[in-house]
């Protein structure tokens, strides 16, 4: 199930969410590095990495048991590296529909929802895989598709990035 729709009709341009998208992609490429020694360089072929951490997170949720911020906040940084890398190479503004969702519009009047498909990627797993839903994304775009899937489930937005201490912050090392 992917994580876009075409009708632009809700889209709000939101330049406070471009500046919250943007701290957190910095957060997502300070968190990858730190913990895994790696550079999140905001490039394409660096997208199956980030999958491969939303993977070791999923798995590792049932031992640690994070609370439902310390995954919105995962969601937040994970979900706007990946908007924030679209936007960079793609194109795409940052904005809410559906009352309140945080939603990237890109090519040919679509929508996307980083920060919720990372949430169905923690819960979910491997179905859920966020390197082939970026691809979607591009076929969307590209207009290769001539109809949009169903729409997603709504879900509340990820609240902004307050420090916290626990799962994220074990995590991150702070």
Known sequence: MS???????????????????TRGADICVQFIRHKFGKTADYSEAFLPEIE???????????SAKPSESDIE????IFGSYLGETYRRHRGGEWGVSFGNTPTLSFG?????????RVHKRLINGEEDNVHHWYLG???YASNTTPTPPPLPPNSAPPPPLPPKKGFFSRLFGS
């Open 3 to 21: 994580d876009f729709t075409s009708s632009a009709a809700d889209f709000q341009p939101d330049p406070e969410l471009q500046q919250i998208a």
């Open 52 to 62: 491969n951490v939303l993977h070791l997170l999923h798995l590792s949720m049932p």
């Open 73 to 76: 906040q995962f969601c937040t």
């Open 108 to 116: 040919g009047g679509y929508k996307s929802f980083p920060w919720a």
């Open 137 to 139: 994304m591009i076929q």
